[in-house]
């Protein structure tokens, strides 16, 4: 998954119901001195699956291409997300909730004490960015992570496809003004600041249910299209709150393309890290063809034993992996100056847990890669010096 902490014991859908008073159609949610009022907003909606997608056999080469982007309507994302700036700059037709200052100042300070906690390297990043933009990504940050220990967290035994459904429930409620905790009021508020558009947010809950259904990913499509739901949407979901340099060149389609494969490339990474703990667990992310083209199978993984034949095939994955970074990369020089130095930390560092998959000889089936503290601290002035590139010089 997400590979993020275990919170659903704080989070829990089985939580006391919000306090909800009706009147004249308009609700106020949570304690009533927190919310001024509420008038229902307008929600940008979206396809809730993607179109069917068909599966392939992978060239003997390895496939580095994933499914068309048509096939998860990204285009139409973008679309819907440059529309809806067009709305937010007339707040008389799509109003958003009012919501007490000391309530939402509150929200945001839960949202802000979590990153800082589990996303250290990543919170520092965000330290760069406006105010009204950090809190915005820490709204995000809560959220994902929220949605992932549904199916990681300490009570994912309890998991269920009804727990899911309502969860998305809640996040339709986000959408419309009516938070239902004060972290979801935190989402609620910037989704009504900044252009979201709530399908990627529901293809991340798609993703949690394919993880409760599936073990095994028959070929790299598959596997492409669980990294888009459980990470690829994250790069959608950030796009409009990090925003586009003024002088960046190239179509918003190409920068979100950009913030997609980041993602796909973080997921491929996080998978290839933890085969051996997710073998633990009867899982495995990895594609079953291409393993056979190894002359490998389930078996080979859960003996957790390096062969000649598993480096070659780590490398061929590793190869992948990093293909997708440097897809990232134009999307990232192309983003708003202030948001680009926790990407570029993000990118990078990601980068050396497979350069440590490597120095470990490819064992990821007995030790965990991992980045230490001195290489992470020198990471990030060179990702910084990264942010700094003008967009115009990219393509001098």
């Not at 035994?157 to 004060?182: C, K, N, Q, T």
């Not at 529901?202 to 790299?220: A, P, S």
Request: hydrophobic letters at 40%.
């Amino acid at each position: 998954m997400l590979k993020v902490c275990q919170m659903c014991s704080i989070f829990s859908l089985a939580a006391a119901k919000p306090c909800c008073i009706k009147s004249n159609n308009v609700s106020k949610f949570l304690h009533p001195r927190f919310i001024v009022t509420r008038a229902r907003a307008q929600v940008i909606t979206a396809p809730n699956k993607p179109s069917g997608i068909t599966s392939t056999t992978a060239s003997p080469q390895l496939l580095k291409q994933g499914i068309p982007h048509s096939d998860l309507h990204i285009l139409e994302i973008v679309e819907r997300q440059s529309q809806a700036s067009t709305c937010l700059a007339h707040q008389d037709t799509c109003r958003k909730p009012e919501f007490h200052p000391s309530f939402l100042e509150e929200a945001y300070e839960r949202c802000r004490n979590i990153c800082a906690e589990y996303a250290k390297t990543f919170y520092l990043g965000t330290l760069l960015m406006t105010e009204e933009r950090q809190k915005a990504i820490w709204a995000i940050y809560v959220w994902c992570r929220r949605t992932d220990d549904l199916v990681d967290g300490p009570n994912a035994v309890h998991m269920s496809s009804a727990v899911l459904d309502r969860w998305e429930e809640r996040l339709e409620d986000i959408f419309e003004g009516r938070p239902y905790d004060m972290l979801d009021a935190a989402l609620t508020d910037t989704v009504f600041k900044f252009p979201l558009d709530i399908k990627p947010f529901r293809d991340m809950i798609e993703g949690m249910r394919m993880d409760m259904r599936k073990c095994r990913y028959e070929n790299f499509q598959q596997l492409y299209l669980y990294c888009y739901y459980v990470a690829g949407t994250v790069g959608l979901m950030t796009v409009p709150v990090m925003g586009i340099a003024p002088e960046s060149c190239v179509s918003a389609q190409t920068i979100y393309n950009g913030a997609l494969y980041l993602g796909i490339g973080n997921q491929l990474t996080n998978i290839l890290r933890d085969v051996g703990e997710d073998a633990l667990r009867g899982r495995v992310y990895l594609p079953q063809d291409e393993l056979a083209e190894f002359g490998l199978c389930d078996k080979d993984v859960f003996a957790r034993k390096v062969s000649d034949r598993w480096r070659e095939f780590m490398k061929e994955q590793i190869t992948r992996a990093r293909y997708y970074f440097n897809l990232a990369e134009e999307g990232a020089y192309h983003l708003d100056k202030a948001s680009r130095w926790p990407v570029w930390s993000c990118l990078m560092l990601y980068r050396k847990i497979l350069d440590a998959i490597e120095d470990n000889d490819y064992d990821n089936l007995t030790k965990r890669a991992f980045v230490g503290r001195t290489k992470k601290l020198l990471t990030l002035p060179l990702a910084y010096a990264k942010a700094q590139t003008p967009p115009s010089l990219i393509h001098q």
